[in-house]
Antibody
């Protein structure tokens, strides 16, 4: 069974930094893409960013509100993905979830297509910026 | 204001069927597949549907998904009290190069 455990949340001042970690188990982590999603208190879900596997280049994508301030990295030796959050704003206050990213592939003619989706979610860690 | 819109709330009686809509555009739903998530109160979201209409193993077949053009829908049949939750659609947006969530729909079982 895949399990994700986030940690590192807490209270931080506006303009400060915080680093979240997510340890994964029950999967072949070095092949896994990973993602972060957040949820402000009483509000909906918001995608933060994702990191591809090293096999796929280890590249990252970010949502516009966090681009340039947040950085996602991975340590495959520790089955860990991290979210470094800098220049924090009050609107970054949220529960932060780590997710695995799974894919569904299919062939059309001679071409193979991949569809990626967020699969397993951790329980989350709370970040408060004030 | 999300680029993908859902009704804020829906309600229906037990044992009935309800549908939740998710409306987007050609840069997201019109060109990419949709996933749906259920979030029970105080819990982390759980995957219900991926690739528009595929149920992961272990998800009740009371749940079903569909898509037409730039809109997608989640249907829940045989409503039960434990289905009371928030439901979210999500899809990749080619213009934003990002996943976008709908605003979420709170389901109340009357």
């Amino acid at each position: 069974e895949v399990q994700l455990v986030e940690s590192g949340g807490g209270l931080v001042k506006t303009g400060g930094s915080l680093r979240l970690s997510c340890v994964a188990s029950g999967l072949s982590f070095h092949n896994a893409w990973m993602s972060w999603v957040r949820q402000p208190p009483g509000k909906g879900l918001e995608w933060v960013g994702r990191i591809k596997s090293e096999t796929n280049g280890g590249t990252t994508d970010y949502a516009a509100p966090v681009k340039g301030r947040f950085t996602i990295s991975r340590d495959d030796s520790k089955n860990t993905v991290s979210l470094q959050m800098d220049s924090l704003k009050t609107e970054d206050t949220a529960m932060y979830y780590c997710t695995t990213v799974q894919y569904y592939d299919f062939w059309s003619g001679l071409s193979q297509y991949f569809y990626y989706y967020m699969d397993v979610w951790g329980k989350g860690t709370t970040v408060t910026v004030s | 204001q999300s680029v993908v819109t859902q009704p804020p709330s829906v309600s229906e009686a037990p044992r009935q069927r309800v549908t939740i809509s998710c409306s987007g555009s050609s840069s997201n739903i019109g060109n990419n597949a949709v996933s749906w998530y259920q979030q029970l109160p105080g819990k982390a979201p759980k995957l219900l549907i991926y690739y528009d209409d595929i149920l992961p193993s272990g998800v009740s077949d009371r749940f079903s998904g569909s898509k037409s053009g730039t809109s997608a829908s989640l249907a829940i049949s045989g409503l039960q009290s434990e289905d009371e939750a928030g439901y979210y659609c999500v899809v990749w947006d080619d213009s934003l190069h990002a996943w976008v969530f709908g605003g979420g729909t709170k389901l109340t079982v009357l």
